[in-house]
């Protein structure tokens, strides 16, 4: 039997968790809807998930609330609905781990076109194991271990990170010492389909430093080059 994706959005607005209900299950997806904070947190403990379409504005404990409690549970890709227009928000949530955002009001099947290419990405990222990809890498004293998507710090303990952080990092960490253009990594991340967002490389940079506790105005492992982009200024070791 088809195992078919299982969506969970979380919107306040019945009218949109209906009809966003009614357009995923046309088009092969299981879906959960809630209208608030608590009604996600029991949902999300219910089921497993692959994807959360998610509210900025919700009554109560806000999208943004959410987000930061779904991003310690675990790595789960995030689409954000926002009816405001303001870069300020949209860049908070992209700080807080969202794969994507999408402003209200939206056609439902460029929600879905979303939705197809953040998993896509991240089957991707699963299911590619070449021989280097499945090596661990070693770091400036920090080690990543695709095969178990995991980072560990220099003492040994996990760090977690969101599917988009992940990947960047990778992307990096594959081309360390070579100075990769924003233009290169939304190539690398996203794809030119995807609508890239002005400033989300600078943001998904800034949020990665914070993980790898490297100060972004003396930055030692992710540099910024001047006019050109970003390098990973470290010796990559696979072992």
């Known amino acids: 039997m088809e195992t078919l994706p299982h969506i969970l959005i979380v919107d306040d607005d019945r009218e949109i968790r209906d009809l966003l209900a009614r357009f995923l299950e046309r088009n092969r997806f299981r879906v959960t809807a809630a209208r608030d904070g608590r009604e996600a947190r029991r949902a999300w403990s219910a089921g497993h998930y692959q994807i959360v379409v998610l509210d900025l504005m919700l009554p109560g404990e806000s999208g943004l609330d959410v987000a930061r409690w779904l991003r310690s549970q675990g790595n789960v890709p995030i689409i ?11 860049i908070i949530g992209l700080e807080l781990g969202a794969d994507d955002y999408l402003p209200k009001p939206f ?14 990405r991240t089957a991707e990222q699963i299911e590619r194991k070449p021989e280097g990809d499945r090596s661990v ?11 178990r998507r995991r980072l560990l710090n220099p003492d040994g303990v996990e760090v977690p990170l969101t599917g988009g952080e992940y990947e960047l990092l990778v992307a990096l960490l594959d081309r360390a010492n070579k100075v990769l253009t924003r233009d290169m ?23 990665l430093r914070r993980k790898l506790e490297d100060d972004g105005r003396n930055a030692q492992v992710i540099k910024t080059v001047r006019g050109g982009g970003y390098v990973l200024a470290a010796d990559v070791e696979r072992v």
């Open 80 to 90: 954000m609905l926002t009816a405001m227009a303001d870069e300020t928000d949209r």
């Open 107 to 120: 056609n439902p099947r460029e929600l879905l076109a979303r939705m197809r290419a953040v998993m896509r």
């Open 137 to 147: 890498l070693r770091f400036a004293g920090w080690v990543l271990e695709p095969t």
């Open 185 to 207: 990594l939304l190539d690398l991340l996203r794809g030119r389909q995807a609508g890239p967002f002005d400033r989300a490389i600078d943001v998904a940079i800034s949020r």
